[in-house]
């Protein structure tokens, strides 16, 4: 069975399980404490070097990185989120990119500093939190466009690429992200927010923030 090491409150871990899920396929969830240290655990390392999550074992295959996961997992599968067609499988590319790259990354400098840099112990950066909040105005608005032409992020089909804006943009309120500017953006989440690849993972992630901090 395939095994997925993650954390609940990681998004690019939940991405690969919701892919897991969206794709049918039954998996192992392994844990991984970070608070514990237990993904700079030895063992560990040898999954990952550098210590993230998530990491998948797929019988004696091992790999990193929640894009090249979830793209692994639905080749595997031959799924229709991501389809052989050139052009098609490029467009669903080129959001992954935009996603994880940009909007993951202004994502990554708020969600830091408004939820975890307390629980880590570390002072708000607020020149971090600024520049991401920055960047998210100029690239969200990117996005809702795009939606507001398409009922998906690639296209008129559901794909990886609305998978990973989903789990991407999951922490948004629990970071006290205001999107009701957008639209589209938001009515996207809401629908998506309802199927069972999500609530299998959680109700939200404002749900699963409210028992990691129950267990503090």
């Known amino acids: 069975m395939l095994k997925i090491y993650g954390a609940d409150l990681s998004a690019p871990a939940n991405k690969v399980r919701m ?15 970070i608070k514990e240290g237990e993904n700079r ?11 993230k999550v998530p990491v998948i074992e ?17 080749e595997k599968n031959g799924s229709s989120l991501y389809p052989r067609g050139q052009k098609q499988r490029a467009l669903i590319d080129q959001w992954m990119d935009f996603t994880s790259i940009h909007i993951g990354g202004a994502m990554g400098r708020v969600v830091f500093n408004r939820v975890f840099a307390s ?27 795009q939606l507001s032409k398409t009922a998906h992020l690639a296209g008129e089909q559901f794909s990886l690429a609305d998978i990973g ?11 006290e992200i205001d999107l009701a500017r957008y639209a589209h953006l938001v009515k996207w989440r809401e629908d998506l927010a309802q199927k069972e690849f999500y609530t299998r993972c959680h109700s939200s992630y404002a749900e699963s923030l409210k028992k990691f901090m ?3």
Do not use: C, W
């Open 58 to 74: 797929d019988d004696d295959f091992i790999l990193f990185e929640s894009d090249a996961i979830i793209r692994y997992l639905a």
């Open 41 to 51: 655990a030895e063992e560990y390392l040898k999954k990952h070097p550098a210590g």
């Open 119 to 145: 629980f880590a112990g570390v002072p708000v950066d607020e020149r971090s939190l600024k520049d991401g909040m920055k960047f998210l105005n100029r690239l969200l608005p990117v996005v809702d466009r």
């Open 165 to 175: 804006l989903l789990a991407t943009m999951d922490p948004a309120e629990v970071a």
């Open 19 to 33: 892919a897991a899920h969206a794709l049918g396929i039954e998996y192992q969830y392994i844990r991984v404490s």
């Open 214 to 216: 129950a267990k503090r």
